[in-house]
């Protein structure tokens, strides 16, 4: 109940403020939220080092600003290149994991780690905002919430009662074959619902096929959430959205969706 009741409310509020908002405001959300999931990922993947996931949750939020310096006002990062900021933190992870040493059996994984935080979240929620950018954004977001949501929603149901070969048994156990065709099927049918709807630029075969490909990329996000949360030995992210878990549960399949519905909508559309 408390996840319905946390869907109806949000879900609506998130639609709203899309359609309404300018690019700088939708850049204000979304760096608040990769710096939400910043800090649900060090919490993670280094517990043990209670202060730092705050210092790198600041620190990699700044690499968006720093890729995206051409759509919003920039004044800070105007002279810092996207490859100057990342050499700065590759630099700053070395050092940390040189002057911090808890356990020089675990130095390398750690700044393994500190890495993957910083390029997973701000690379891939960049890819939000450019989207937003061009023409039709707000159309292009609607459009990747719908097969995100309708391909997560199908994939549960089909798999919940039709599911009987096991997907990734050893990421994620619950996830079948037939959930996965269920929620490819539901993302195809999201599309096409938005063509007939809101979105009728979309041509059906160009439409079929991004559903495909989004959607597909949508549930290898989520496998990979899974993976992660498994090798952590957690069962949620976090504990922010009643309910849902933490940002990084809701953004999973999303960060992966991103990048493939900007490259059809830059490049083929």
């Keep these: 109940m408390k996840r319905l009741i946390t869907g109806l409310i949000a879900l609506p509020l998130l639609l709203i403020f899309v359609q309404k908002s300018e ?58 290149p996207f490859s100057l900021c990342l050499t700065l933190l590759v630099l700053f992870s070395a050092l940390f994991s040189l002057f911090r040493i808890r356990d020089i059996k675990q130095s390398a994984g750690e700044t393994g780690l500190i890495l993957l935080g910083f390029l997973y979240l701000p690379l891939l929620m960049s890819y939000l905002v450019l989207l937003r950018d061009l023409d039709h954004g707000v159309k292009w977001i609607f459009l990747l919430l719908i097969i995100v949501m309708s391909g997560d929603t199908a994939a549960f149901y089909v798999g919940s009662t039709l599911g009987k070969r096991k997907l990734y048994p050893l ?99």
């Design 23 to 80: 690019t700088f405001a939708f850049f204000c959300l979304i760096l608040g939220i990769t710096a939400t999931g910043l800090l649900e990922f060090y919490r993670m993947a280094l517990p043990q080092r209670k202060c730092f996931g705050f210092v790198a949750a600041f620190a990699g939020s700044l690499l968006l600003p720093a890729l995206l310096q051409d759509l919003v006002p920039n004044l800070v990062f105007e002279r810092l």
């Design 171 to 269: 990421v994620s156990p619950k996830k079948s074959v037939e959930g996965m065709i269920g929620g490819l099927a539901g993302s195809v049918i999201g599309t096409l619902l938005a063509g007939a709807t809101f979105f009728p630029e979309l041509a059906i075969a160009g439409a079929v096929a991004t559903a495909l490909i989004v959607g597909l990329l949508g549930q290898l996000g989520d496998l990979f959430e899974s993976l992660l949360k498994r090798s952590f030995g957690v069962k949620d992210s976090g504990i922010i959205i009643p309910g849902h878990g933490g940002m990084l549960d809701r953004l999973d399949s999303v960060l992966f969706a991103a990048p493939p519905l900007y490259i059809y909508a830059r490049y083929f559309f």
